[in-house]
């Protein structure tokens, strides 16, 4: 199985800052990676796919990048309804793993 | 807008079947890979396995000897059934649709729509 691993597992950060998360992939994935967001309660919801790809209606301030082991999901402008646990998940070969979440907290 | 939702019981008894449906809405089956993802209490996400529109299956290794999915397109419904359950499989189980998006060469997958998720207990 490919192991997923992310860094940090938590952060602090206040409105408007820039965060970024980062991910990493046991073997290389190509850019087959994809990102979600989890507020608690809630289903993931696709934010990033295909490494840096936005999904339709997710705001510009997210970004992704990065390829074969080594990814990141940046926020820009962090807004209050960002702060929730993000997810990395890679789709390169079954079984699917995903990463073991950043929770971004208000500072 | 296409939504999922699933049902089930809330309480499986040790060694017994966890079975659980995901009925789809706003959206046909045909053309995509449906699939159960669950979340243990207070920790991270497990990919179950998925299944196409024509029956083809997809297990994780893990789980393999224990799950099997079905399809029932009349219904527009898939379905889980876990077997030999223990307290370890306690989890908010999600159905989600898995979507492919290819270019000329290469082709990317991706959850776009979750079901809401239901809990499992699996308790005496």
């Known amino acids: 199985d490919i192991q997923m691993t992310q860094s940090p597992s938590s952060l602090s950060a206040s409105v408007g800052d820039r965060v970024t998360i980062s991910c990493r992939a046991s073997q290389t994935i190509s850019s087959y990676l994809n990102w979600y967001q989890q507020k608690p309660g809630k289903a993931p919801k696709l934010l990033i796919y295909?490494?840096?790809s936005l999904q339709s209606g997710v705001p510009s301030r997210f970004s992704g990048g990065g390829s074969e082991t080594d990814f990141s999901l940046t926020i820009n402008n962090l807004q209050p309804e960002d702060f929730a646990t993000y997810y990395c998940q890679q789709s390169y070969s079954t079984p699917q793993t995903f990463g073991g979440g950043t929770k971004v907290e208000i500072k | 807008q296409v939504q999922l939702q699933e049902s089930g019981p809330g309480l499986v008894k040790p060694s017994e079947t966890l079975s659980l449906t995901c009925t789809v809405s706003g959206g046909s089956l045909s053309s995509y890979y449906w699939t159960w993802i669950r979340q243990s209490p207070g920790k991270g996400l497990e990919w179950i396995g998925y299944i196409h529109y024509s029956g083809s299956t997809s297990y994780n290794p893990s789980l393999n000897s224990r799950v099997t999915m079905s399809i029932d397109a009349s219904k527009n419904q898939f379905s889980l059934s876990l077997s030999s359950v223990t307290a370890a499989d306690t989890a908010v189980f999600y159905c989600?649709?898995?979507?492919?998006?290819?270019?000329?060469?290469?082709?990317?997958?991706?959850?776009?729509?979750w079901g809401q998720g239901t809990l499992v207990t699996v308790s005496s």
């Open positions: 989600a649709r898995r979507t492919q998006r290819c270019g000329r060469t290469i082709c990317y997958a991706y959850f776009d729509y």
């Open positions: 295909a490494a840096s």
